[in-house]
T-cell receptor, first 114, second 113 residues
């Protein structure tokens, strides 16, 4: 079946540096990707919608300058956490929608900022 | 806007006990409903889904029925196993949200031998 591959699965970075997370659709084209964030023992919150060839749409309260989203091709969307700080430590998950059928999820990326 | 409410956990059950995790939703349209499971340290896996009223989703012994009249999608399993220990998320999606999933807060289940 269709697969969404997310990389890296975990990353530790120093405060002030930037981290890029990649999300690839392996055998299908995804014009839209969703990026979610999950704090420990909490639910997934939609951060932004990534649209191929256009600007991403951010949810209220999400800083677009901190969380840069690029969807340069139909198979790749990236999320870059810029100038990361410890409060950005979280689990980030991408997904490609399947209409009424739900979504294909990436494996998730656990970011720890030290 | 759309929202999903599911029972708070954690839920602790003995092996072979009956499981119910309640989930209710509010939506302006006609959403699809899902249950996702997240095992420790892993991403989300689709457990089951229902796309219209009265549909029953089922998988691995779990079941949930889309009840439009009560706006509910309760998850049930007749006999849980230790391996079912995980966090369960109820979610919905619809066209109005561009099919982005709207998740409940999650219910942690611990099954003891």
């Amino acid at each position: 079946g269709a697969v969404v591959s997310q990389h890296p699965s975990w990353v530790i970075c120093k405060s002030g540096t930037s981290v890029k997370i990649e999300c690839r659709s392996l055998d299908f084209q995804a014009t839209t990707m969703f990026w979610y964030r999950q704090f420990p023992k909490q639910s997934l919150m939609l951060m932004a919608t990534s649209n191929e060839g256009s600007k991403a749409t951010y949810e209220q309260g999400v800083e677009k300058d901190k969380f840069l989203i690029n969807h340069a091709s139909l198979t790749l969307s990236t999320l870059t956490v810029t100038s990361a700080h410890p409060e950005d430590s979280s689990f980030y998950i991408c997904s490609a929608p399947r209409g009424w059928e739900g979504a294909f999820f990436g494996q998730g990326t656990r970011l720890t900022v030290v | 806007g759309d929202s999903v409410t599911q029972m708070e956990g954690p839920v602790t059950l003995s092996e072979e006990a009956f499981l119910t995790i309640n989930c209710t939703y509010t939506a302006t349209g006609y959403p699809s409903l899902f249950w996702y499971v997240q095992y420790p340290g892993e991403g989300l896996q689709l457990l089951l889904k229902a796309t219209k009223a009265d549909d029953k989703g089922s998988n691995k012994g779990f079941e949930a029925t889309y009840r439009k009249e009560t706006t509910s999608f309760h998850l049930e399993k007749g006999s849980v196993q230790v391996s079912d220990s995980a966090v369960y998320f109820c979610a919905l999606s619809d066209r109005d949200s561009g099919y982005a999933l709207n998740f409940g807060k999650g219910t942690s289940l611990l099954v003891t031998p």
